[in-house]
């Protein structure tokens, strides 16, 4: 579902933070079946597995999802220079 802003062409969506990174992951090893996860497929049931997940993630593990957000970051600065965060 896309928001009235999402449409409109000069719309730029925000770097993902290290948790989106992670939970983008999570979706595609899902996809790929390497994860356990039997439970329901709405978003709203999955989101809290997924975090539940981040949160026991030892900070090592994260490291890579936060060394990933910050290149992604580093690229969406180059493809959308000038980009400030305005809610």
């Known amino acids: 579902r896309r928001t009235q802003r999402q449409r ?12 989106i990174c992670f939970r983008q992951d ?3 090893r899902l996809q790929r079946g390497e994860v356990d996860y039997s439970g329901p497929r ?7 597995r997924i975090s539940a997940d981040w949160r026991e993630m ?5 490291a890579k999802f936060r060394r ?3 290149q992604r970051k ?3 600065a180059l ?3 000038g980009y400030k965060f305005a809610p």
């Open 26 to 28: 999570w979706l595609r």
């Open 79 to 81: 493809k959308y220079p």
């Open 68 to 70: 990933e957000a910050l």
């Open 8 to 19: 409109q062409p000069d719309y730029v969506p925000r770097p993902p933070n290290p948790f």
């Open 42 to 48: 709405d978003q709203r049931t999955m989101s809290f």
């Open 74 to 76: 580093r690229q969406h």
């Open 58 to 62: 030892p900070e090592t593990a994260k």
